[in-house]
């Protein structure tokens, strides 16, 4: 069964190694590759948001769940980062910076049991293009919470700090709007 504690405890062992992230990247694997055990612990997602599971000055690790539908605009994180899907799908633009500002360079679309690592220059945008919630545990590589770092305006793509205020936002409009549709739509 997964445990979130040895989870944990598991990321932090890797701490000492020259390159955590590749052996988080490994334990990750094995451990979505049971996702039905990660969604007994963790609950089956039914409600967008970023729970915490650990976080530490050195390392923070997350349980996200995305939303239907929902979109995150780009942002960066400055600090490497494993992500793992129990559930559903999550879909990465890349972008990187320009003297005309942020240029998409591709994406990665993440599916239940895949497991991937962003290097910590890396900014993307995130979103759930699925009729299902996705639940996803991310790993960083320092603290998610206190980090200075950018985010882009969804429409104008204008660069300013990141506030996970505005992050927080968009879970809670996102819900409200599947939340309508569920109740416009009742299946
Ligand atoms: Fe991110």
């Known amino acids: 069964m997964f445990d979130t504690q040895e989870f944990v405890a598991s990321c932090r062992a890797t701490l000492t190694e020259s390159v955590p992230q590749l052996a988080i990247k490994e334990l ?9 055990e990660v969604e007994a612990a963790l609950g089956t997602p039914a409600v967008g948001g970023i ?35 129990y559930g559903g799908q999550e ?20 599916r ?14 995130v979103s759930n293009p699925g009729r299902t919630f996705t639940g996803a545990i991310h790993v960083y590589g320092g603290d998610f919470f206190a980090a200075k770092r950018s985010e882009w305006d969804p429409v104008t793509l204008e660069e300013r700090p990141w506030d996970i205020a505005n992050t927080r936002r968009v879970f809670t409009d996102a819900n409200e709007r599947y939340a309508a549709e569920r109740a416009d739509r009742p299946s």
């Open 28 to 36: 990750m694997l094995r451990t979505v590759e049971r996702p039905a």
């Open 51 to 85: 729970e915490p599971l650990h976080h530490s000055p050195e390392l923070t690790v997350l349980n996200i769940i995305w939303t239907p539908g929902m979109s995150l605009s780009p942002h960066d994180h400055r600090m490497w980062v494993v992500i793992g899907l």
């Open 112 to 125: 239940i049991e895949d497991a991937v690592v962003l290097g910590e220059d890396v900014i993307h945008a």
């Open 91 to 110: 879909d990465n633009r890349f972008y990187r910076r320009t003297p005309q500002g942020l240029a998409a360079v591709g994406g990665k679309e993440l």
